[in-house]
């Protein structure tokens, strides 16, 4: 690894305590990752960037920027990527998913709040994060009042663009929605000077469904029995896609899928046939929050997918741009359309995202389903009630865990998921 | 030889042996801050055909000689199953963790509930309680049960604020056993209100560490409207449970496994 120190030091982190937390990586990583039994080896690519996790794709960042190039902050799959990338720009997902930054939130965020909005907003105060430094701007969302207040405040450290997501799906919200992506294409052709055209835009769209393509090849291929990835190589991957260059990272999961795709073919799995199978459905999970995914993996038991942000509600699509309406407003339209399907908790009513949860469980196979909300995360922790109801009645184990990024509780967590594995196992 | 179960609890180890299918010896023990040399205390110069652990401590038993670990959950269920057969619902409340287990009627875990984090609603908060009050665990029950002239509210549920509640209820001069009182019946919403997350069914069966206070017996089943059971030893439940376990993979007298 390059010293990156000069590079840091200039985007101005704080040397010190970047440096203790980066330290304390290798180990975790290790434990958690590289003991794992039966990888493939196309992780080693993702096993890489996570040792170069603030060192190699910053440098991209820094010298991307050092062209004239800009760097955009995102904290939802609402964004639409294809328009940072159709005006030559670099997006990068600022989502925060480690509880050491959690108290630096708290010096300015009340301490009733989602660990994830204290995390990422904790990297910022305490200048923790590179790719937070990098930023020229960051966007926004109004997804949970959490968050919307916070980028009001966040507005004073880095400048805050807001999109606000409608709150319904109904034709009227589709047309506002279709509103916010044009004025963000406004804002993004504003900060970069470059014009978004429908040709640019064409190629955006192209690049963004490639690497969604790429990663739900990936998810497909955990309905296999036996499993040939373990949940948290895929939610590593998905993690990462959030950050990575997306079509250097598109080609590396189509060639770990490719590898996937053979030991499917020969049976080969990371844990034998018949290993029970748990579909997390629920909150995202920033990277690096393992936590629920090691303590399922570490208990002969195997996550064949995530109902989650950091998961298969990043993959719908594709955006289909309907051919009798051309040029870039007919582009608009499918991105927008294309992402009203995405189902997140904060609509209402959400229908959809429970059939999504039925679905997944059954097309992968799923034994039981952990209904999985972040502290504080009350549109997911609401759902969550509906969500059990319905799996219940399917005859579906579920259980519905709350937690937050510490290790205080892993203890108790572990009690309930082998008390459930038992269950599902009688 | 004997079959044995052992709960290694947060607060008491309880140990369970089984002869013949039966019960032929049990042991509690505090648990205290090194639960490895308890355990050794408990099994020094034992030896059994087969010993599985369950409660917070069962990975550390397992890796030094537990032949199986089950988690406490299912451990309590399966003991609780045994003693009462027509049992639906089980409220398991101990140092740390207090669960609500519903069961099928062939007393297999149908779905089961537990506390967060937090130390409100379980035996833990009783002690410290207890303790700002000047009484033993032991005495906290019987001395709530003499209160006169109903309970005093308390508001909180956290520990720590509801131990500054109690400080300053005493300063105000409230009865102390109407304030004990009031703390059992906080508690006891809380604790049904977990159970009822599970539905609760009769028979219930109350079971843990705090199933010995006869105030939280009562208050619980005046909360559920419900009469509770609880056995005789409420504390070595889970042992049990883990002991008919490792009986019924061992191939003992009485197994059921299938039932």
């Known amino acids: 690894m390059s010293d990156y120190h000069t590079m840091w030091a200039d985007l101005g982190l704080d040397l010190k305590r970047h440096d203790a937390m980066l330290e304390a990586l290798p180990a975790i990583y290790g434990d958690l990752y590289l003991s794992q039994e039966n990888r493939p080896t196309g992780m080693g690519y993702f096993d890489f960037v996570v040792s170069e996790i603030h060192g190699a794709r910053v440098k991209e960042l820094v010298d991307h920027k050092a062209q004239g190039g800009k760097v955009i902050g995102t904290f939802c799959v609402y964004v639409p990527e294809e328009v940072i990338v159709a005006a030559d720009a670099i997006g990068v997902g600022l989502c925060g998913g480690l509880d050491l930054t959690v108290p630096d939130g708290e010096r300015v965020l009340p301490r009733n709040l989602c660990p994830l909005i204290k995390s990422a907003f904790g990297f910022k105060v305490a200048r923790m994060c590179p790719y937070f430094q990098a930023c020229d701007f960051v966007v926004g969302e109004t997804t949970c009042d959490g968050k919307k207040k916070a980028w009001e405040l966040l507005d004073g450290y880095v400048p805050t663009y807001v999109m606000e997501l409608p709150q319904k799906k109904t034709p009227q919200d589709e047309a506002m929605w279709l509103g916010e992506v044009k004025a963000f294409v406004s804002q993004v052709e504003e900060a970069t000077g470059n014009k978004i055209t429908s040709e640019r835009l064409a190629q955006g769209i192209a690049r963004i469904d490639a690497k969604r393509a790429a990663l739900q090849r990936l998810y497909d291929l955990r309905k296999a029995d036996p499993v040939p990835i373990s949940g948290l190589d895929a939610l590593l991957a998905m993690q990462i896609s959030f950050y990575d260059d997306p079509v250097r990272f598109t080609e590396k999961v189509n060639a770990l899928a490719d590898e996937l795709e053979e030991k499917v073919r020969q049976g080969e799995g990371v844990k034998p046939a018949g290993t029970p199978r748990i579909l997390m459905a629920g909150s995202p999970m920033p990277i690096p929050f393992w936590k629920l995914h090691s303590i399922v993996e570490g208990s002969e038991a195997v996550v064949v997918a995530e109902e989650s942000c950091t998961g298969t509600r990043y993959l719908t699509g594709p955006t289909e741009v309907k051919v009798e309406g051309e040029g870039l407003e007919a582009q608009l339209w499918a991105i927008a359309r294309r992402q009203l399907k995405t189902h997140c908790a904060c609509f209402t009513p959400n229908t959809e995202r429970m059939e999504d949860i039925l679905r997944l469980a059954r097309e992968y196979k799923a034994d039981g389903v952990i209904l999985f909300s972040l502290q504080f995360c009350q549109p997911y922790l609401v759902e969550a009630v509906k969500a059990e109801k319905l799996l219940e009645k399917e005859g579906i184990p579920t259980l519905r865990l709350e937690t937050d990024y510490s290790q205080e509780d892993v203890g108790q967590l572990k009690t309930r998921f082998e008390a459930f594995l038992e269950v599902i196992r009688q | ?259």
Do not use: W
Not at chain 2, 47 to 67: N, P, S
């Open chain 2, 1 to 259: 030889m004997r079959i044995a179960g052992l709960d290694i609890g947060s607060r008491t180890i309880a140990l369970v042996e089984l002869e013949a299918g039966r019960i032929a010896d049990f042991a509690v023990l505090d648990t205290g801050v090194n639960p490895l040399d308890q355990c050794q205390r408990l099994l020094s110069g034992k030896e059994y055909v087969r010993l599985v652990a369950t409660g917070y401590g069962r990975h550390l038993a397992a890796t030094h000689f537990a032949d199986e670990v089950i988690s406490e959950i299912s451990a309590s269920a399966r003991g609780v199953h045994h003693l009462y057969s027509d049992a639906r619902t089980v409220i398991d409340v101990g140092g740390q963790d207090s669960k609500a287990i519903a069961l099928t009627p062939e007393g297999r875990v149908q779905k089961f509930e537990m506390n967060d984090r937090c130390a409100a609603g379980t035996g833990r908060f009783l002690e410290m309680m207890a303790l700002a009050l000047g009484l033993s665990i032991g005495e906290l029950g019987p001395h709530a049960l003499a209160a006169q002239d109903g309970a005093v509210p308390i508001n909180s549920m956290c520990t720590v604020f509801a131990e500054s509640e109690v400080v300053s209820l005493i300063a105000r001069g409230e009865d102390t056993r109407r304030i004990a009182l009031g703390l059992h019946r906080a508690i006891g919403r809380r604790i049904a209100n977990l159970a009822r997350r599970v539905g609760v069914h009769a028979s219930v069966v109350f079971v843990g560490g705090v199933a010995l206070n006869p105030c939280m017996q009562r208050v619980l089943a005046e909360e559920l409207d419900l009469p509770l059971m609880v056995p005789l030893e409420p504390q070595i439940v889970v042992a049990l449970g883990a002991a008919l376990h490792a009986q019924t993979y061992q191939g003992g007298v009485e197994n059921d496994r299938d039932r």
